[in-house]
């Protein structure tokens, strides 16, 4: 499955540095996560994650290493950095204005 029509652009950024900041872990488990913690709401395709990984790393909000996984198999994980968890501020306060913009929006009584 591809990423879900109705994510915010930019919401999957959010997702991951606020799951990883939870624990370092490896791109099945931060998928399973966000399954799970959603309730089966939002799945994201390896195609969406792997990606957004890359590019998180990239900007240096998140670092990965290589480590044995419980199936003895190697595998990166994924922990959030000092710039990570800034960014993970002003993104979490960015989405808080957002979604009470448009709750304020979706609430309004019809004439």
Same mark, same amino acid.
Do not use: C, F
């Given at each position: 499955?591809?990423?879900? %029509?109705?994510? !915010?652009?930019?919401?999957?950024? @959010?997702?991951?540095? *606020?799951? !990883?900041?939870?624990? %370092?872990?490896?791109?099945?488990?931060? $998928?399973?996560? @966000? *399954?799970? =913690? $959603?309730r089966? =709401? @939002?799945? !994201? $395709?390896?195609?969406?994650? +792997? %990606?957004?990984?890359? *590019?998180?790393?990239?900007?240096?909000?998140?670092?990965?290493?290589?480590?044995v #996984?419980?199936?003895?198999?190697?595998?990166?994980? +994924?922990?959030? #950095?000092? %710039?990570?968890?800034?960014?993970l501020?002003?993104? #979490?306060?960015?989405?808080?204005?957002?979604?009470?913009?448009?709750?304020? !929006? =979706?609430?309004?009584?019809?004439?």
């Open positions: 499955m591809s990423r879900p %029509p109705d994510l !915010v652009q930019g919401t999957l950024d @959010l997702l991951i540095l *606020k799951i !990883v900041a939870l624990e %370092p872990l490896n791109g099945w488990a931060i $998928s399973q996560r @966000l *399954k799970q =913690v $959603s089966e =709401v @939002l799945q !994201v $395709s390896d195609g969406s994650l +792997y %990606p957004a990984l890359h *590019k998180l790393e990239q900007e240096g909000w998140i670092k990965a290493e290589w480590r #996984t419980e199936n003895n198999r190697r595998a990166k994980y +994924y922990s959030l #950095t000092r %710039p990570g968890r800034k960014q501020e002003r993104e #979490t306060a960015n989405w808080q204005r957002l979604s009470g913009a448009i709750s304020h !929006v =979706v609430k309004l009584k019809e004439a």
